[in-house]
């Protein structure tokens, strides 16, 4: 039996799943409420909703003019190449897009929700094959490069495909968080349950908005994910999202082989927990690895006052990763109560047995996962 | 200041008497000064220590083995005291260490709130009286030196020590004062046996004095300075006075002050009955290939860092003894860099012991994990650790590589099993130190027993963070440890010509013996 992941690295008591299911059915949010939660999460959403617009522009770059590009040497200028960006980006004095691109593999290669079963259907296969005899005509090196890997050049357009709707959901999810921001500052959301409730409003308003992605080879015009798909904002790409890089995620490239050999991998996918409610904040080497690249965007990105903060305990800046990975792990059990209570199948209130079943069935399956993250944060 | 000038100066003299008007300043002090403002008036006093030390060095002639600057002086020489000083190739990298690492104590002296002035004035005598033991030219300054460097020390241990200081303070007198009398008598025996009061360093020849009597005398010491290197079975007393002592108090145990029992060792077991000392030499190279494997395995056992270390400090104490007993010129070089980087070598991990002590309230490796974290560890003092534990194990490019060969090399051939036995208690270094830093070190942070919740609940250990200057001695020290490892050249040409002149005084006394006496 394989070792969970999450095993190596809580040891602390945490809620039992019975406990989160009776607080997501009694319509309490996970997180605590309290001032200094508050200012952890709007401060850590709002540098979250700074970096994620720079990864959704970048991300939406990346699909749409380095498509199908077999040296994408500057994809992460967004089309900018100036000596002077060159610097700072080789200075890594930028955003750290990898990041992006590590939660795109994760999403592409879990593959959950609608966006992976189009990925794998005739009608994606056939748009495939236009768009590749369309770039053989006028690419000579994917011309020879076709016949020797017939199935290279279509998942190269399935990665492009995530990445561009990972794109459109995080420029959704910008938005929403600095909205939220925004929101606080004027008063509007002072509580935990307000911020749950504002993200599920953005969440549901944005529950049914098409994702669909089109390419340019040439002068002609391609869909990749065509608008007959049917693929939407939350059951194709959020929960996918939310499954992949909040709850499963991969271990980072530098540690796969290290887990293997410990036999830290599950052989089955559904089951890995190296997600971010699972991660260490503590940087150990160990299974549980905090997303770090993320951690140094947001710090660039911190509000002020959340940055005061962090400056008063602890060790200051010293430690501000482990402060920032620790506010994230809880705005993100609020992103994910505010999913949770979004997909609801039926209003908490109601009186019928079978509803409530239904919602107790759906509280205590989340509740059962989210037991096993790092729920130590959730108390005041 | 010309060389003739600095040569007119007493400066053998001035290295006991600095840090003696030191200690005395510290006493009369006016006003209440903090221990702050004490501390910078001893490390003033240990700057000025260093710098007539280095002055020492300048005027050292390395290519002369016998000692140099004397300082002759009657005192009582109705009784065969007198104050009579030299420097050799022996003893003068040990006066330097002893500065040094007296001012490092020093500056790693934190949060002293009860009598800092006695303190500070306890480890100016205590550096003083070291530096007179390493440069007496006469067996009764030498035990004075000695025993004076035993009062301090045990109210350093039995007033600034830990929680069982009372019993470790007394351990540690007990022996050492054992030890002194074991020493006093051999030099007195020494006397009665030749029925001079002449207490110089001359070999004693089997002429003047028969085997039997040089083997009792040499014996005597051999326990003596046994006691206080400290060598199985008589080192008890320096696990517990470790444990109990302070940091400061440790780095100049293990650093200097064991060194007097391997000076002693050579300088008197070796340099007085070199004849009784060869016919002796295969038991004693036993002995310390069982003072290595002892000291190693017992410290594999250990899991209080502090106590892991000192059993260290056997194993390595072990080599010397047995540089002493093949006694080749590379041995004996090799047993004068041995004392040199043990002494660096031990006082780094008693510092970095020290720091892990200070920011997380325990040396329990049991309960300390994951201490390397960068974002809420020790990171610095872990890597420090990292380097000192390799250097311990000698890894090559550090110093206990050099000095480790130095004594391996020298002494294969004479005791090719006892050299082998303790190739392997060092090489068990490796297994003690790998547990230490694999334990305390390696994996995620935390401060509690094993499979055991924390005690809050939580699992965001807060460590305090280490400031720069409680990391800044360590760091001066692996700094140390590293170029004495990449440079040995000049610590061997301070050394070589006195350690190669030791080694070939048995043959001498053999050829002189062969051709009716030395004359």
């Known amino acids: ?380 | 200041m010309t060389s003739a000038a600095m040569t007119s100066l007493p400066l053998l003299s001035l290295l006991i008497a600095v840090p003696l008007l030191g200690a005395l300043l510290m006493l009369v002090w006016p006003g209440s000064p903090t221990p702050n403002r004490l501390r910078g008036g001893a490390i003033a006093t240990l700057a000025l220590q260093l710098l007539v030390s280095v002055l020492v060095l300048l005027l050292f002639d390395p290519d002369q083995a016998g000692l140099q600057l004397q300082e002759r002086q009657a005192w009582l020489p109705g009784i065969g005291l007198n104050y009579w000083l030299g420097v050799d190739g022996l003893s003068l990298p040990l006066v330097l260490i002893n500065g040094a690492l007296t001012l490092v104590s020093v500056v790693c002296t934190r949060e002293l709130s009860r009598r800092p002035r006695l303190y500070f004035c306890l480890l100016l005598v205590i550096s003083a009286a070291v530096n007179g033991a390493f440069l007496a030219d006469n067996l009764l300054l030498f035990f004075l030196f000695y025993e004076l460097e035993l009062i301090p020390l045990w109210l350093l241990i039995s007033i600034w020590g830990g929680s069982n200081r009372a019993y470790a303070a007394t351990k540690f007198l007990i022996f050492t004062a054992v030890s002194g009398m074991l020493i006093l008598g051999a030099f007195l025996g020494l006397a009665l046996f030749t029925g001079t009061v002449d207490f110089s360093l001359t070999p004693v020849t089997s002429e003047r004095l028969a085997m039997g009597s040089q083997l009792l005398l040499l014996g005597a010491l051999l326990v003596g300075f046994g006691i206080k290197m400290p060598l199985v079975p008589f080192h008890t007393w320096l696990p517990d006075a470790h444990t109990q002592a302070s940091t400061p108090v440790s780095v100049l145990l293990a650093g200097v002050l064991l060194k007097l029992g391997t000076y002693g060792l050579l300088r008197f077991g070796l340099g007085l009955f070199p004849e009784a000392w060869a016919q002796l030499a295969p038991a004693l190279a036993i002995w310390a290939a069982v003072s290595v494997l002892f000291g190693s395995l017992a410290a594999i056992a250990q899991r209080d860092m502090k106590r892991m270390v000192a059993y260290s400090s056997v194993g390595h104490m072990g080599t010397i003894l047995l540089a002493g007993a093949a006694a080749s010129p590379v041995a004996l070089l090799g047993a004068e860099f041995q004392m040199v980087s043990h002494g660096l070598i031990s006082a780094l991990l008693f510092l970095l012991v020290g720091i892990v002590y200070r920011k997380t309230g325990t040396r329990d490796l049991d309960v300390l994990h994951g201490l390397l974290n960068p974002q809420r560890g020790l990171p610095l003092t872990g890597s420090l650790m990292v380097l000192a534990v390799m250097a311990s194990a000698g890894l090559p490019g550090m110093a206990g590589f050099i000095s480790e060969f130095l004594v391996f090399q020298g002494s294969i051939q004479a005791f090719p099993l006892a050299t082998l036995l303790s190739i392997v208690g060092s090489g068990l270094t490796a297994v003690y130190f790998l547990l230490l830093v694999n334990r305390a070190f390696f994996g995620r942070l935390a401060i509690t027993p094993h499979n055991d919740p924390p005690r809050d609940g939580r699992l965001d250990v807060q460590l305090p963070s280490v400031a720069p200057r409680e990391t800044l001695p360590a760091l001066a020290l692996a700094v140390a440890v590293v170029a004495l490892g990449l440079l040995p050249a000049p610590l061997g040409r301070i050394s070589e010509a006195t350690t190669t002149a030791m080694a070939q005084l048995p043959l001498l006394l053999a050829a002189g013996n062969s051709a009716g006496g030395l004359g």
């Open chain 1, 1 to 380: 039996m394989p070792v969970n992941p999450a095993d190596l690295v809580r040891s602390g008591p945490m809620p039992p799943a019975e406990a989160l299911a009776a607080t997501l059915l009694a319509g309490e949010t996970l997180l605590q409420d309290s001032p200094q939660h508050l200012l952890e999460v709007v401060g850590v959403l709002e540098s979250y909703g700074e970096v994620l617009d720079a990864y959704s522009i970048n991300l939406i770059y990346q699909a749409e003019e380095q498509f199908l590009n077999p040296f994408p040497f500057f994809k992460y200028f967004d089309g900018d190449l100036n000596p002077a960006r060159l610097w700072r980006h080789l200075n890594h004095d930028r955003i750290n897009f990898e990041y992006a691109e590590y939660c795109m593999k994760a999403m592409l290669w879990h593959g959950t929700g609608g966006l992976d079963a189009y990925l794998d259907s005739p009608a994606f296969a056939a748009g495939c094959a236009a768009i590749i005899a369309a770039k053989r005509r006028r690419d000579p090196l994917l011309a020879m490069l076709h016949p020797l890997a017939p199935s290279f050049l279509p998942e190269q357009i399935r990665t492009a495909a995530t990445v561009h709707a990972l794109g459109q959901f995080w420029r959704v999810m910008s938005d929403l968080f600095l909205d939220l921001a925004r929101a606080e500052r004027r008063g509007e959301v002072s509580s935990i349950p307000a911020v749950v409730a504002f993200i599920k409003q953005g969440l549901v308003a944005a529950v049914a908005n098409p994702i669909h992605y089109a390419v340019k080879v040439a002068d002609e015009r391609f869909w990749v994910l065509p608008p007959e798909a049917g693929l939407t904002f939350l059951v194709d790409v959020a929960l996918p999202y939310v499954e992949a890089v909040f709850l499963r995620g991969t271990p980072f490239f530098g540690t796969v082989s290290f887990n293997a050999q410990a036999e830290q991998i599950s052989p089955d996918q559904g089951s890995f927990a190296y997600g971010a409610l699972y991660a260490d904040p503590l940087p150990t080497m160990g299974a549980g690895i905090p997303p770090s690249l993320l951690m140094q965007d947001m710090y660039r990105h911190l509000p002020e006052p959340l940055h005061r903060w962090y400056r008063q305990g602890g060790r200051g800046e010293g430690d501000v990763h482990v402060k920032i990975c620790r506010s994230f792990q809880k705005a993100m059990f609020c992103v994910t109560n505010a999913t949770i209570a979004g997909t609801m199948p039926h209003p908490l209130d109601s009186r019928d047995p079978q509803q409530q079943a239904a919602n107790r069935a759906h509280a205590l399956a989340w509740a059962e996962r989210l037991s096993r993250g790092r729920t130590d944060c959730l108390e005041a």
